[in-house]
């Protein structure tokens, strides 16, 4: 492995991370906030170590696979280290695990908290915890790849290792012209939402902070009670029709904007997508309207936000779902694992596996009328190659591998078994919420530090696509090339 590249990246990221504090920095000034020193002096102490480690000089210009891998997990940690720092400098969270906890949260668009008061937190705190979600939802290092191409072909290893989903297809030949197209869209979708928020009565703060966290798919209220302060039912619709939005494969805006409309059409992704949400909704519906609810319409609005939240894994709440009957908190538990498109801003397992071990089983099930049979699997018209069929095989059992065995390790916490399968699934499939002890009317905030470091490795496996923050801990990838 080449180091020097290495931290030649990881300073570029520091850096670049430096500068993203810059708008929390002048509101904190601007409203003389008391966080305005630790902004300010997390802003320096990263810009002068991410400065210093940049001036490395590699002996090549370009990534392999082992060192993008390297460099995607060191970089989400290093990011998530230094990003704690205004959080526990200005004492709004005064433990620095805990402020790592709510960083890596952050980042990783999870919306998982330990904070039971955010109303309390001053405004350029709270700006910088929702903006966290805008930067991680595309990428951190996705974004320095799009503002510093010095990376050559090289920097595809970086996009394809941060890239949600079994695949990551460039939608342009250069991956610095790919990074500014899913950018460009990203930032469009924000402004839109931003504009029909503010349009809907909502004040600018206020609008912007929920768009980071709804086209980030993050979920950090600045509420206590989330979205459920905004007693409107069109500030309602607006967030839980954008989180469907971000759910989406970002590359499939950008075959709207081109009109290759049969791109669109024939992604069977996006049409199990939509199929699921929308079964979701009409039996959430129908059952709350035959429990809980006295009407129909409030059952529409409240299952059609919280399918919306749950299924991209936003983790936005205008209903304590956990009150809600059994059947309608199994199938959100259920969307939990199901998370959003591969390509899009959403955690959990993807739809596009879901989709393909869906025609695995189909195969098998044909193959055992007709053994000699040679049956491949498509997905959207093109031919999924064996080796993407392991991958997602590899993931599936070591997803399920790690949520059982993470849910042992939090069971020794001694809470129910509902409370402690549900904070595992919320943090590795980067929920935010979850049922029992860590329902929507409470937080992370009860457990251990050593849970909390736990829960945040979790995030950090959930939104990494898992292979790639174990190759961290395996030794022989650390080896020196020549």
Not at 281 to 306: E, H, K, P, V
Not at 364 to 392: C, Q, Y
Request: aromatic share 12%; net charge positive.
């Amino acid at each position: 492995m080449s180091y020097g590249i290495v931290l030649k990246v990881l300073g570029s990221i520091l850096t670049v991370e430096s500068a993203l504090m810059l708008p929390a920095l002048a509101i904190a000034f601007y409203t003389n906030g008391h966080d305005r020193m630790a902004f300010l002096t997390t802003v320096i102490i990263t810009g002068v170590v991410g400065f210093i480690i940049s001036k490395k000089t590699p002996i090549k210009n370009n990534v392999n696979v082992k060192e993008g891998l390297a460099i995607v997990a060191l970089g989400w940690i290093l990011a998530s280290l230094f990003g704690a720092l205004p959080f526990y400098l200005s004492g709004s969270i005064p433990s620095y695990v805990d402020a790592v906890f709510e960083t890596v949260s952050g980042f990783t668009t999870t919306g998982a908290s330990i904070l039971s008061n955010v109303e309390g937190l001053p405004h350029g705190i709270l700006f910088w915890r929702s903006f966290t979600h805008w930067i991680g939802g595309m990428g951190i290092l996705v974004f320095t790849i799009a503002l510093l191409p010095v990376l050559g072909i090289g920097g595809f290893q970086i996009f394809k290792a941060e890239s949600p989903g079994p695949t990551a297809d460039k939608i342009m030949p250069r991956i610095k012209d790919t990074a500014k197209i899913l950018y460009t869209t990203y930032f469009s979708i924000t402004v839109l939402q931003v504009v029909l928020l503010k349009l809907g009565g909502m004040n600018l703060f206020d609008s912007m902070l929920h768009t980071f966290g709804t086209v980030g798919t993050g979920g950090f209220g600045i509420k206590n009670n989330s979205v459920a302060f905004y007693n409107s039912t069109y500030i309602h619709i607006i967030i839980g029709t954008f989180m469907l939005l971000s759910g989406i494969n970002f590359s499939l805006y950008y075959s709207l904007f081109k009109g290759r409309w049969k791109d669109i059409f024939k992604n069977e992704e996006l049409r199990l997508y939509l199929s699921i949400v929308l079964i979701a909704i009409i039996a959430i519906t129908i059952n709350l309207a035959m429990t809980s609810y006295a009407g129909i319409f409030r059952s529409l609005r409240d299952s059609f936000f919280q399918v919306s939240s749950i299924i991209t894994t936003t983790g936005y709440t205008t209903a304590n779902f956990d009150a809600w009957p059994s059947f309608s908190k199994i199938i959100l538990f259920t969307l939990m694992f199901i998370g959003g498109c591969a390509g899009s801003t959403a955690g959990g397992i993807k739809v596009v596996r879901i989709l393909i071990l869906i025609k695995l089983i189909k195969r098998d099930i044909a193959k055992l009328f007709h053994p000699s049979a040679f049956i491949s699997i498509k997905n959207s018209g093109k031919k999924v190659t064996d080796e993407t069929i392991m991958s997602i095989n590899g993931f599936f059992i070591l997803y399920i591998m790690i949520f059982v065995i993470s849910t042992i390790i939090i069971s020794l916490e001694g809470l129910d078994i509902v409370s402690t399968s549900s904070a595992v699934a919320a943090t590795l499939g980067n929920i935010g919420p979850g049922l029992g002890f860590v329902g929507p009317a409470n937080n992370f905030g009860g457990f251990s530090p050593a849970s909390k470091i736990l829960f945040s490795f979790l995030m950090l496996l959930g939104r990494l696509e898992i292979f790639t923050s174990i190759t961290l801990v395996l030794p022989k990838n650390w080896t020196r090339e020549i």
